[in-house]
Antibody
Framework: QITLKESGPTLVKPTQTLTLTCTFS??????????VGWIRQAPGKALEWLAV???????RYSPSLKRRLTITKDTSKNQVVLTMTNMDPVDTTTYYC????????????????????WGQGALVTVSS | EIVLTQSPGTLSLSPGERATLSCRTS???????LAWYQQKPGQAPRLLIY???NRATGIPDRFSGSGSGTDFTLTISRLEPEDFAVYYC??????????FGPGTTVDI
């Protein structure tokens, strides 16, 4: 059974740095093709991708937030950590960690970049 | 940058009816990189379809995906009460790496 769970502060002050940890089970981030990333969603809004780290330690970021984000993995602990600097009230939202398949091949073909498992989400409020 | 547009914004239907949701991309994409998700209130999204037409594990066969190029469709053949939710399409591979559409709400 694959599970992911986000943990971190529920409240941060403006200008502070947010650190979120994703702890997962049921798979290994050393498996070829697997990635773990972060996606956020403001209340009533669409999903916004933030960052992903792959099994080979390839790290990718949303261009609009790249300067503020760092994603790292600890394969031995089954954890992925996201840090976001200079938090602002507009960053108040639910943050999801999720597993993604860089490439999944079956008898019918190969498919890329879908998110097959999600955490429950963590609501982070930015307020003084 | 590839932009995803979903229509309609809201689809008001009754149980048993057929739902047809559209996702259009701003430029032609490979269907191998297109996925659909369902999200119910207070829950995380759930993968429905990957590679434009492949159902994810455990997804009922009333859900189907199709399309190519710039036009993709998610069809729910007969709506069940638990299908009333928001549906997102997603593309992988351009910049940003993961792009989600704005969503279509299917409500009663």
């Amino acid at each position: 059974q694959i599970t992911l769970k986000e943990s971190g502060p529920t409240l941060v002050k403006p200008t502070q740095t947010l650190t979120l940890t994703c702890t997962f089970s049921g798979f290994s981030l050393s498996t070829s093709g697997v990635g773990v990333g972060w996606i956020r969603q403001a209340p009533g809004k669409a999903l916004e991708w933030l960052a992903v780290v792959y099994w080979n330690d390839d790290q990718r970021y949303s261009p609009s937030l790249k300067r503020r984000l760092t994603i790292t993995k600890d394969t031995s602990k089954n954890q992925v950590v996201l840090t976001m600097t200079n938090m602002d009230p507009v960053d108040t939202t639910t943050y999801y960690c999720a597993r993604t398949q860089w490439r999944y091949c079956s008898g019918d073909g190969c498919y890329f970049g879908f998110v097959d498992y999600w955490g429950q989400g963590a609501l982070v409020t930015v307020s003084s | 940058e590839i932009v995803l547009t979903q229509s309609p914004g809201t689809l008001s239907l009754s149980p048993g009816e057929r739902a047809t949701l559209s996702c259009r991309t701003s430029q032609s994409v490979s269907s191998s990189y297109l996925a659909w998700y369902q999200q119910k209130p207070g829950q995380a999204p759930r993968l429905l379809i990957y590679g434009a037409s492949n159902r994810a594990t455990g997804i009922p066969d009333r859900f189907s995906g199709s399309g190519s190029g710039t036009d993709f469709t998610l069809t729910i053949s007969r709506l069940e009460p638990e299908d009333f939710a928001v549906y997102y399409c997603q593309h992988y591979g351009s910049s940003p790496l993961f792009t989600f559409g704005p969503g279509t709400t299917v409500d009663i």
